[in-house]
């Protein structure tokens, strides 16, 4: 029987999906031939890259809105430099609320001034940071909308003149947002859209070519919408398979349907770990929590290997915290079925019960 898999990435898919990608590996559209055997310019995989990115916008809500979506290579740590690299003149604004911004604010530092507006280190990034200026003189303002290693989210966005670029590598199509309000989203496939290996940029096209500096191809933007995201041999066999996803998504009702999955999965969950006396929550504040990554603790040291135990004969995979944080780490992805959450408040209680 499949597992119950709460992997921070890469992560659950869909078992259709994952059913369909066999097939095309095998036989793709039959055509007797594998899907990462053909060329990437036949016509038939030019229109799953197309039904990719139009599928991706369609989500969004940003079709005919001046918007461009790739499926670029390099993973999200790329796009922390090729933001940068594109967009970076003077001076950016940055808003550091853990690891993965921590490592934009990194690679931007190599091409201008950073501007951290505001962080939550002091508290091991158990918050999310809010009232904070961001200078109106700065490129751009970057921010993470959902911090995977520590659990936390942005329930709202800033209100700025210029432009937003948000890193949504871990909470992309899993919740309505105002996506207009962002220029540049970007996103690793792996936390909800596919498997490892692609990175889903979406950008309002108007906001590039107002850097000086000269932009090796691989790296700029414009050279990749150009060729509507085939510049190079792109990641076939990924591409595909998010596009499955977001197919998927669209037959289930959009953002808005999964929405609704996704709030009760996180309510089930918050609520236990509140409720259980054995548990405690490390985002301390409701409204920072995030519902794609359950960050939580047992009290009690001595229960571990009791719980671990119980974890593991439930069909449990996944659950450890990161390092940075410790503890426990249940992420709640698109894909994950309800039905997967409660069989994990089911161990808790047992163990509570002393079962
Ligand atoms: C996983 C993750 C990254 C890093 O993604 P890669 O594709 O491995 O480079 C960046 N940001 C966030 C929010 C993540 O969850």
Redesign the pocket.
Known sequence: MKKHNFSA?PCILPQSVLQKSADAVLNFNNSNLSLIEISHRSKDFVAVMDNARDLALEHLGLQNKGYQALFLQ?????QFLMAAFNLLEKKAAYLNTGT?SN?AIKEAKLLGEVVEVATSKSDNFNFIPKNYNIPADADYFHC?S????FGTQMQSFPETQIPMVC?M??DIFSRQLDFSKFSLIYA?A??NMGP?GT?LVVIKEDILGKVSRAIPSMLNYKVHIEKESMFNTPAVFPVYVSMLTLEWLKDLGGISAIEKVNNQKAELLYNEIDRNPLFEGFVPKKEDRSKMNATFNLKNDELKATFEDHIKQAGINGLNGHRSVGGYRASMYNALPLESVQVLVDVMQALEKGA
Do not use: E, M, P
Not at 146 to 149: P, V
């Open positions: 990435g390099g993973g999200a740590s790329l993965w490592n993470t959902n911090n995977t290693i890193d590598s871990s690793g792996q936390k490892a990175t």
